[in-house]
């Protein structure tokens, strides 16, 4: 204790947006985020993931450095930034940029004025990442007026790790790239800064102005403190005052340390030892690691190295580069990169194959920009030889040469990084001391060869889903090779360094037997043969390691393009996001009609502004009330077992528990439920037996969300798996034993026309073909979340970020035993929802009300994202047979469908599926058509409504079966598809309870229309020129049409004009971000527009919206379906038509006495003659018009690529009619965003499970979701204003799911290209004998494995046993 007693205690001082945190004590495992949630008022920091991998948490962090006297500054993960590490530091959150009062941030406004903000969740981070992008791009010298300096390229990149659920990132990318001085301002996407028309051109002066300087991120008083204290700073050795957060505060203090010197550091480590024995110490750098592996376990002892110059030094000099082990990723990339004007990195650069810009272009990918900027490369290195993490930097180091120095004890150690991965871990006294690349500049004595003599090739590879990084790889590798020229002209390998990683070791390794095999040869095909051999023999995957034969295939195509380009000096191909090079363009097409002023006007998303600025208040913004507590599911690993016994009482945090809830809990009068639907209810606790993985078991309360989380992962579940059934989770299982849930025969989809019939027309039938279809993750931003606070008389008021206020009301009451009026459920706005906020947030909002009912004290709860992964559920997997006859031109005559539905454990809304999937597959013209659907009930947790649910798979369905009749016949789809496309008379016979007019199908017209702005024909053509050139890039292309059914919801609204003449309106509707608010607003100043001299301008800035209250507003119903938010106009506009009759008469009156007439002399005067301001409408559609038709036609166009399966949309054109768009620059938000969801499904997104059925894809490292890199480089969207259609609200059509299903044609056009790369392996010799390259299932999602197996694992060597 000696040693520790020398430090100089302190309080924990840093700056908030400006405002002075001394703190005297701190939780050292307190992250920054949580302190900013809960301790402060700034809440615009969210909580998306908790690892790193989302962007929601984004801040700014400066620190003031002493020496340069310069702010060094750069966007940071909060999540997982620990609070004591910003000591002195000062933290700008989207808040500090500025706000509703004192005026917004121009990044605020243009995220806003964009349409860039739907929810809202992911826009402080994305703000917050930006802002650092323009502070970096602008820190020196003068931007353009107006501009930042920060390029087009830069700007797009700039939120690349940033993920967004809602918008499909377009607008996102728009809004960066209006402050590039280099983006061409015309080809910015829709705004509301400019209008629509060419009158009123683009021009910068419209935008808001961006000001370099209007952030302060440093205040002075800290800079003046930091430099008072300038001496004992630069030579501080601090202990930051701490201590544990428990319930017990004896013997839970703990300390953080921060050394200045490795002696420090070294005798600070050995003096960790008590009575007790060794402390629990930990190292800390970026604290990055916590990210990757959850570090559940306790530390005594913290220790922050980033102040101990000797691990944050770089030092150059001509042999080489050396990194103290703390150095950030981003700093090393910025070395490595050099400067231009210094001389010893030019001389370092000199090479054109220069080893450590292309490292440092690798380095670039590792996770995001906000992760690197704290991420240390010795931390990486560290994580690299002490687990299996698959690391990018030991691979492309150890190619490299690279060495490590490390100290034990007072002993230091240099050894190569190739010893140092293979050590076993090290002791508690290990100190990496740093990292050092030795210089391959071509005159190096490393290399001993001149420049004539000799050819030097360093490259590196990775494959992941995400181009751009913020995704582990599948595989990588770095090479390094010198070759030299005989005499005869013959290459020959002269020096070779191959490292591979992430495929599934233990740790990057170089493969020393092939390096020995090929040195001193020449590389031709057989010898490449024989070396991919040898590789396969060395590279073995762990068993468990997902993909082992994808991996392998990679690592023989990263060794192929490397042999291949030192044979022949061709440069290698295979550079990961090379394509993303070229930026993303756009184009948006609308037609605005001002037939209902405002309505049909792209206005500004309401509180777009608040969300970017972080004051939108979502359910765990809203305060804590006093003596809150918060809960946590425990939940089952196991189906059909019995629980023995839960023991919380050994694990660490069992002291912070509280309570726990248990069935036993459930009042007399309540309920065992979790939530329901129509058509079942489901328990919130097995009773007794566990029926699914997943399953809640208990719920922890403690003091804050973290201790209840920690303590609830901690707890060990005793199973009794004596006895127990065996549980189902196939549907084939299920169908075995009739496991089924009931159709109600009202939505059992009727059979059109006669079978038989059509079956016997057939020239051709493809009898029991087979289709498997995953499930998908909602991935909304804001995990589930609920706050319960019991009022008097047995109530509570809930909040919920819930689309059914209603439904969560009534299985509240029911599941503590009260009337329905006891409950008040509050939801004002749900951080996107996509059909998963529901049903499954009811459980939710049920366990944080029973929690507080019994402990009479305010309960929250606030997923983690793993939880709501493992518990929430997700779209349906399906499997469907299906028996199609056509004849030899395609034309279909009749389909039999068997649609096996796997729904999981309960009901929920799965009986409704049969009638969706029908609707939607129904869109070509099958001649007869009859489907048998069987809805299966399975050990698995229940499946839930997700965007399109059913009407993604039966629109899928139905091209999958256009596909492989065009596939048999050895046709072109797209004349399949236009030869079974409806008429008018079979579209009538295929919807009859659809309102169908002529005019009104506007399908044919529209695939007219896009076939040619899409240039289809043309690009077919060059599409197959391109292919028979490429070796390893196939393209292709599809054009898919939707037609989609929509059901319109009966909604009630409210709308009450108040004293001061402002309007409140309350909607049964919830606004999850679709923009439902803006739409009925738009609607309340059309419709008491009439009252007013200016068609609704006037009463426009005085509508508020206010949020959804089950007791104010009854028969909220669901905010589901896609056209709540037409319902909603409906309802407002029959309120406001009462509103409007009771006070004409008045306005007649006003104008008939005098001219001067306004909205406040119309109000004031009917509160003098006690008019009832306040009415409230239920809208209930005709029945005669209660569902329609929507249309919409894509074409997408992608590149596959042969050797990593990696696909890239190069281009998308959506042409989508939505009937007279009540806000276009809302549905475009809607079309787009939907759009990209649906490639998630299609291209991206595992939602896997474990042999148990327990989800295993639990959280951004494993389910990967679009991002700004995977999104089509050009992306063209028109939406068709088709005219009147009277039956619907003023003519509009819905826009939330319909897109969805257009992104079937990324999938088709994937399904094109392999076809083309089928061929050539074929011909090859490759594939099974008995197959036909053209007939094959691309399965859903077609991922990077999937799309490599299809093109052959093996199409290396099958290629080259060809040449
Ligand atoms: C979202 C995300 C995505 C990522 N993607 C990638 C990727 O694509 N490729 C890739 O290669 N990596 C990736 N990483 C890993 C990332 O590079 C590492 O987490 C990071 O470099 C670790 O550095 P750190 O400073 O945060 O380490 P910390 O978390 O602070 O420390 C890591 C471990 O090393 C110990 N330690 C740190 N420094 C020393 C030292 N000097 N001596 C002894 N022990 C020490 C710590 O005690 C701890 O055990 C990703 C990480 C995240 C969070
Ligand atoms: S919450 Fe921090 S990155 Fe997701
Ligand atoms: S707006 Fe981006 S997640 Fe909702």
């Known amino acids: ?41 700034y809440k615009g920091a969210k909580l998306g993931c908790g690892e790193g991998g989302c962007g929601a948490c984004v801040v700014l962090l400066s ?40 005026g917004f941030h121009s990044i605020h406004q243009r995220f806003s004025g964009f349409h860039a903000s739907q929810c809202g969740f992911c826009t402080p981070g994305m703000c917050m990442s930006l802002f650092s992008a323009l502070r970096a791009a602008d820190k020196s010298g003068n931007p353009p007026v107006g501009f930042s300096k920060l390029t087009s390229s830069e700007a797009e990149k700039a939120v690349s790790g940033n993920l967004c659920r809602c918008t499909g990132y377009r607008s996102i990318v728009d809004a960066c790239k209006s402050f590039s001085a280099d983006a061409d301002i015309e080809d910015l996407g829709l705004n509301s800064f400019w209008g629509k028309g060419e009158e009123d051109s683009a021009d910068v002066k419209k935008l808001p102005v961006y000001e370099r300087d209007a952030v302060k991120t440093i205040p002075d008083f800290l800079k003046a403190e930091i430099e008072e204290s300038r001496n004992s700073i630069l030579q501080s050795r601090d202990e930051i005052r701490c201590n544990k957060f428990t319930t017990n505060l004896s013997g839970s203090s703990c300390s953080w340390f921060r050394p200045n010197s490795i002696d420090d550091l070294q005798a600070l480590m050995k003096s960790q030892c008590d009575d007790e024995g060794q402390k629990r110490v930990k190292l800390v750098v970026g604290n990055t690691c916590s990210g990757v592996y959850k570090d559940l376990d306790e530390y005594d002892v913290y220790i922050d190295l980033r102040n101990i110059p000797e691990l944050t030094m770089i030092r150059r000099d001509g042999s080489g580069i050396e990194f103290g082990a703390a150095v950030t990723i981003s700093k090393a990339i910025e070395a490595l990169k050099g400067n231009e004007e210094d001389e010893l990195d030019r001389q370092l650069q000199s090479n054109e194959n220069n080893v450590f810009s292309k490292i440092a272009t690798h380095l670039s990918k590792v996770a995001s920009q906000f992760v690197r900027n704290t991420a240390s490369m010795g931390g990486n290195i560290i994580m690299a030889q002490k687990y299996p993490f698959a690391s990018d930097i030991s691979t492309v180091l150890l190619a490299a040469g690279s060495s490590v120095s490390f100290q034990i004890d007072s002993d230091k150690f240099n050894v190569t990084l190739e010893e140092f991965l293979e050590k076993p871990p090290f002791g508690p006294n290990f100190i990496l001391l740093s990292i050092r690349i030795p210089s391959w500049n071509q005159d190096d004595p490393n290399n001993g060869k001149s420049a004539e003599e000799s050819d030097f090739l360093f490259e590196t590879y990775r494959a992941s889903p995400r181009p751009f990084g913020n995704a582990v790889s599948y595989a990588n590798a770095a090479f390094l090779a010198q070759m030299s020229a005989q005499k005869s002209g013959q290459l020959i390998v002269e020096k070779l360094q191959l490292a591979f990683g992430a495929y599934g070791s233990e740790h990057s390794i170089r493969t020393r037997n092939l390096e020995k095999y090929l040195m001193g040869k020449s590389i031709t095909t057989s010898l490449m043969l024989e070396a991919i051999k040898l590789l396969k023999e060395t590279i073995l995957p762990k068993e468990g390691t997902s993909h082992p034969t994808y991996r392998l295939s990679l690592v023989v195509s990263f060794l192929y393009d490397f042999l291949q380009s030192i044979s022949i000096r061709i440069p290698h191909t295979m550079v990961e996001g090379a394509h993303c090079k070229s930026l993303l363009s756009s184009k948006q097409t609308v037609k605005f009609s001002g037939d209902y002023f405002p309505i049909g006007e792209p206005i500004k998303k309401i509180g777009a502004e608040m969300q970017a600025s972080g004051e939108a208040m979502y359910v765990d913004d809203i305060p804590s009330p006093k003596d809150c507590l918060y809960a946590a599911f425990v939940y089952s690993k196991k189906p059909m077992v019995l629980v023995k016994g839960i023991d919380f009482k050994s694990t660490p945090e069992s002291g912070n528990i509280i309570s726990i809830i248990t069935i036993n809990d459930i009042p007399d009068k309540g309920i065992n439920i979790a939530s329901g639907s129509l058509f079942g209810k489901e328990p919130l606790f097995p009773d007794p037996l566990i029926q699914f993985a997943g399953e809640p078991l208990a719920i922890v309360i403690a003091k804050t969300q973290k201790l209840a989380n920690v303590a609830a992962a901690q707890a060990h579940v005793e199973y009794a798996t004596d006895n127990s059934a065996s549980p189902i989770f196939s549907v084939d299982q299920a169908v075995k034993s009739s496991n089924f849930f009931d159709i109600p025969p009202y939505l059992i989809p009727r059979q059109v026309g006669d079978i038989s019939k059509g079956m016997s027309k057939a020239n051709l039938k493809i009898i029991t073909a087979n289709i498997d279809l995953g499930s998908q993750y909602h991935f909304y931003m804001e995990t589930q979340t609920a706050l319960a606070i019991p009022d008097e008389g047995n109530c509570l008021v809930v909040y919920s970020s819930c689309q059914s206020p209603m439904l969560s009301q009534g299985i509240i009451a029911k599941c503590i035993g009260v009337p329905y009026h006891n409950i008040r459920l509050i939801t004002r706005r749900v951080g996107g929802g996509f059909g998963g906020k529901a049903i499954r947030s009811v459980p939710v909002a049920v366990a944080c009300s029973l929690a507080a009912y019994k402990l009479q004290r305010p309960v929250r709860m606030y997923l983690d994202r793993k939880t709501d992964m493992v518990i929430t559920g997700g779209r349906h997997p399906m499997t469907i047979n299906y028996s199609v006859a056509f004849s030899y031109d395609g034309n279909i005559t009749a389909l039999c469908l068997e649609v096996l539905i796997n729904a999981g454990i309960s009901e929920d809304i799965s009986p409704i599926l049969p009638n969706n999937i029908a609707g939607d597959l129904k869109k070509y013209d099958w001649g007869a058509f009859s489907c048998d659907f069987k809805i299966c009930k399975t050990n698995l947790l229940t499946k839930t409504a997700m965007r399109g649910p059913g009407e993604i798979q039966g629109s899928y369905i139905a091209e999958a079966i256009i596909e492989h009749v065009a596939s048999t016949l050895s046709i072109d789809p797209h004349s399949v598809r236009m030869i079974n496309l409806h008429s008018l008379k079979s579209i009538k016979m295929f919807y009859e309870k659809e309102f169908i007019e002529p005019e009104e199908y506007t399908l044919p017209q529209i695939i007219e229309k896009l076939v040619v702005s899409a ?18 890039k196939k393209r292709g292309i599809s054009c898919v049409p939707i037609v989609h059914p929509l059901y319109v919801m009966k909604v009630p609204g409210k709308v009450s004009i108040l004293d001061d003449s402002s309007i409140v309106v309350e909607v049964g509707g919830i606004e999850l971000g679709q923009g439902l608010w803006t739409k009925v607003k738009q609607m309340v100043a059309f419709v008491l527009g009439k009252l007013c001299k200016d068609s609704g301008q006037e009463v426009m800035d005085r509508i508020r919206i206010i949020q959804a209250d089950s007791l104010s507003l009854i028969q909220g119903g669901f905010t589901a379906g896609s056209t709540t938010s037409e319902s909603s106009c409906a309802a407002v506009r029959l309120a406001c038509d009462i509103l409007v009759d009771r006070l004409m008469p008045i306005k ?59 696909t890239i949309i190069f281009r998308s054109d959506l042409l989508y009619d939505c009937g007279q768009s009540l806000n276009p620059a809302v549905d475009l938000g809607q079309i787009e965003g939907a759009f990209v969801q649906g490639i998630g499904f299609f291209m991206l997104e595992e939602y896997s499970m474990n042999a148990d059925g327990l989800v295993t894809s639990d959280g951004t490292w494993t389910y990967k979701i679009p991002t700004i890199d995977t999104i089509p480089r050009q992306f063209n969207v028109e939406i068709l204003n088709s005219g009147v259609h009277k039956n619907r609200v003023l003519s509009s059509k819905g826009s939330g799911e319909p897109p969805l299903l257009l992104s079937a044609s990324v999938h088709c056009a994937v399904r094109d290209a392999i076809k083309e790369a089928r061929k050539e392996l074929f011909s090859n010799g490759g594939g099974a004998e008995d197959e036909d390259p053209r007939v094959f299932q691309l399965p859903v999602p077609a991922t990077m494995p999937v799309v490599k197996e299809l093109c052959g694992f093996d199409n290396v060597e099958t290629h080259l046993m060809k040449k």
């Open 1148 to 1206: 007649e009156t006003i104008t008939s006495q005098s001219d001067s007439f306004s909205w406040s002399s119309l109000i004031s005067k009917a509160l003098f003659e006690s008019v009832n301001l306040s009415a409230s409408a239920y809208y209930v559609p005709d029945p005669n018009s209660q569902s329609y038709l929507i249309y919409g036609a894509a074409i997408s166009e992608v590149e596959i690529d042969l050797l990593t399966g990696g």
């Open 63 to 102: 620190r003031y450095d002493l020496v340069s006297r310069q702010i060094d500054e750069s966007a940071v993960s909060s999540c997982l930034t620990l609070l004591c590490s910003v000591h002195l530091c000062s933290v700008t959150t989207t808040e500090g940029l500025g706000n509703s009062r004192e």
């Open 1 to 41: 204790m000696e040693a520790a007693a020398r430090w100089k205690m302190r309080n924990l001082v840093f700056a908030v947006n400006g405002q002075r945190f001394d703190l005297p004590t701190v939780d050292p495992s307190m992250s920054l985020l949580e302190f900013l949630r809960t301790e402060t008022v």
């Open 1015 to 1032: 240039n289809f024909k043309q690009r077919i053509k060059d599409i197959r020129e391109f292919n028979g050139h490429n070796r390893w």
